[in-house]
């Protein structure tokens, strides 16, 4: 799947208006590749999404932008995360088509014992308890080509400031754990936020956003769980 305007997204002397049109382009590939409602499909969306979000990262530190996230900080792969439905079916997608069966089996089995400790959590609990993502292997993501729009969108210009929201989330929600961030970079993913929402309107698909661990042990063990796109129909 290819965005119309991708390329124009590395420009760095693409305006911001610009950009946010890109993101708009993208509400009508997506729900071409939504509307095919397979895990391939899935997969090929998020892709998309996080390739134009990760070439206006590129920009911004190109233009002197002192982003904080870097390969191995992990202090953002401990917080709870809602995915919409066809991000979860790309992550599971992912897992089987690039790791080996056990690998990929470890990780499933980590999901849906994360999941079954969230059912005991209030929201607020789970943002307190610091639960390590279950796709997080050795200090990286194994799905991160596809990873869920939240997750890259997701940025900190301290990272001093992301270690002490990890060290304390009791105070997450309070000016104590507040994280700098780029308005640019907030503005493009918003944007792509709102596409993603227009295209599963225009693909017929629900829009809502559920917990990441709950929403992929719901695609493992009910084989109906999003409108036939189930692990049965991945590699």
Known sequence: ?????????????????????????????????????????????????????????????????????????????????????????????????????KDAGDIERRIVANARTIDRWTPEQHRAANLPCALLVEGRCAAYDVRPSACARYHSLSRPRCERAYEHPQDNGTPRNSRPALAVLQELGSAVESSLESALVDAGLPTDKRELHQTLRALLEDQSAWSGVTPSSMP
Not at 59 to 84: M, P
């Open 1 to 101: 799947m290819t965005t119309r305007r991708s390329k124009r997204s590395r420009d760095p002397d693409v305006q911001p208006s610009a950009k946010l049109e890109i993101a708009a382009d993208l509400r009508v590939d997506a729900a071409r590749g939504l509307g095919a409602r397979d895990a391939a499909s899935c997969a090929a969306v998020c892709s998309t999404v996080d390739s134009l979000i990760d070439a206006e990262f590129a920009v911004q530190r190109a233009s002197g932008a002192k982003i904080a996230c870097e390969a191995g900080c992990i202090y953002c792969c401990h917080q709870r995360v809602a995915v919409f439905a066809h991000e979860a079916v790309a992550l599971l997608h992912e897992l089987r088509k690039r790791l080996p069966p």
